[in-house]
């Protein structure tokens, strides 16, 4: 089947490559969706590969002031302007011979300006002013056949909310919604594909945001991922090693049978201040130019993180200019989930990384709007990175900070983790201590000893056995359904 790319990243990998030539799509939101953007963008984006378009009006905004909204946005380029996109109103049309009027005014278009691609902004105008529904779907028909026969593809802009029963949607070829949401005080925008006819497609609701460079849909991130390799020119999997990884912690390593397992993703639990960002430091502290590193952080920014590695005899600045490890930060306040999975999995695929430190787990989770997608994310996430041969750690914050009983319920998470360490503060003889205890290591012997820890100028430094501490009674309960 020939498609039209509509140059909207994200959206021909939904469509399974672009519009159907030929096909007529029924693009339906509220105002302020995105409709008018995103057809736009698909107008430039076909006029940039030498197509033509017709963008035909049913509303009263003028053309100028409509081009004077665009002409800020990335994909704009002036130049198509008439010559490969040609914008005409047919509203004077609509009132003067109704709807036949119309579609004798958008074939007549099409055929003089050799348009392969045609936008009708406007649809419910038509169906408001349709003398019977008869008709209306009529209007529908004659120009699903028209634009077969002219090869043109259509795009039918539409604020109705109708539903999915009414005829004009089984007429049509292809049916894309677009929303403006809200959920509790946080808004977000869905795209959702319900027909593509004749074409296979990736359901559901999809996240997309409007900018400066125009849409970008984020296909659900563990939608594409089974399939991403096939989708992704050059890319290949790679054989994960079958050794180890030093945790940049001696004692640690030994306790681990010699270090982490290869392209294995380890979770770190503990409470706010026990180490965790320290012990990851320690990991990426080992990273080389020819086997980089990359920390994913959200509490604390590059400055901060190297004067706190600095304090314990770690060079990260050093190891960022020579290209050893590189930092992505970003604040945990309103973040896109799939977004930060596209960005990470880019940039380890870009720089081949060796070892990954995410420094904060919870922190993606805050990311999530709908909460049951977590662990289907990090499941592919873990997954993808593993046939990488990434070696993974991940920081996880738990909420209780010593004494008394608890329980980490950390359900379908504990299945992508593959090691987990539990770091923990204890109450001996009027001192609090640091302790680490490995809970569980991939297809290895580990040491099961609850071992001191401190963070000296020197790193941290593992003390022995510690026993007859006061310490936090905390059961890891890996069936519960609960995510963090």
Not at 209 to 227: D, K, N, Y
């Amino acid at each position: 089947m020939e498609r039209i790319s509509t140059g909207i990243p994200g959206l021909d990998r939904i469509l399974q490559g672009g519009l159907p030539v030929g096909s007529v799509f029924i693009v339906q939101g509220s105002p302020g969706a995105g409709k008018t953007v995103m057809a736009n963008q698909i107008c430039f984006r076909h006029a940039s590969g030498g197509g033509r378009s017709v963008y035909v009006t049913l509303l009263a905004e003028s053309h100028d002031r409509l081009l004077k909204h665009l002409s800020p946005m990335e994909f704009y380029q002036g130049e198509h302007v008439p010559s490969s996109i040609y914008y005409v109103s047919c509203f004077d049309k609509l009132m003067r011979d109704g709807l036949p009027g119309v579609l004798e005014f958008l074939v007549s278009e099409a055929k003089s300006r050799k348009a392969s691609l045609l936008v009708l902004d406007g649809l419910f105008v038509l169906e408001e002013t349709a003398r019977s529904a008869c008709e209306f779907r009529k209007f529908i028909n004659d120009l699903a056949m028209l634009a077969n026969l002219l090869g043109c593809t259509v795009l039918l802009l539409t604020n109705s909310a109708r539903q999915s029963s009414n005829p004009e949607y089984t007429m049509v070829d292809g049916w894309i919604e677009l929303a403006a949401r809200c959920r509790d005080t946080r808004s977000y925008r869905t795209l959702t594909v319900h027909k593509v006819r004749g074409s296979d497609f990736i359901a559901g609701q999809h996240m997309f945001t409007i900018s400066e460079a125009g849409l970008t849909v984020l296909p659900r991130f563990e939608s594409v991922l089974p399939q991403f390799e096939s989708v992704l020119e050059g890319a290949s999997y790679t054989e994960v090693g079958t050794g180890r990884l030093g945790t940049g912690v001696g004692d640690l390593d030994r306790m681990l049978d010699g270090g982490l397992p290869c392209g294995s993703a380890t979770l770190m639990l503990g409470p706010t201040g026990i180490g965790k960002t320290t012990l990851g430091l320690h990991f990426i502290s080992q990273c080389t130019p020819s086997e980089p590193g990359l920390i994913f952080g959200f509490y604390e920014n590059a400055a901060r993180l190297k004067r706190r590695a600095l304090s314990y005899g770690i060079d990260l600045d050093g190891l960022m200019a020579s290209g050893a490890v590189e930092m992505i930060w970003h604040p945990s306040t309103e973040n896109l989930l799939d977004q930060l999975g596209y960005e990470l999995l880019d940039r380890v695929r870009q720089r081949k990384v060796a070892r990954l430190f995410v420094d904060g787990v919870d922190a993606l989770a805050h990311s999530v709007i709908f909460q049951e997608r977590l662990p289907s994310f990090l499941t592919a996430l873990t997954g993808t990175l593993r046939d990488e041969g990434v070696t993974t750690v991940y920081s996880m914050e738990l909420p209780f900070l010593m004494g008394g009983e608890h329980r980490i319920s950390l359900g379908s998470i504990s299945a992508v983790a593959e090691n987990i360490v539990l770091l923990r503060y204890v109450e001996q003889q009027s001192q609090m201590r640091r302790t680490l205890t490995l809970v569980k290591v991939r297809e290895s012997g580990f040491d099961r000893s609850i071992r001191e820890y401190s963070i000296t100028d020197r790193g941290i430094r593992m003390g022995g056995t510690i026993s007859g501490a006061a310490t936090s009674s905390a059961a890891i309960d890996t069936v519960s359904p609960n995510i963090l």
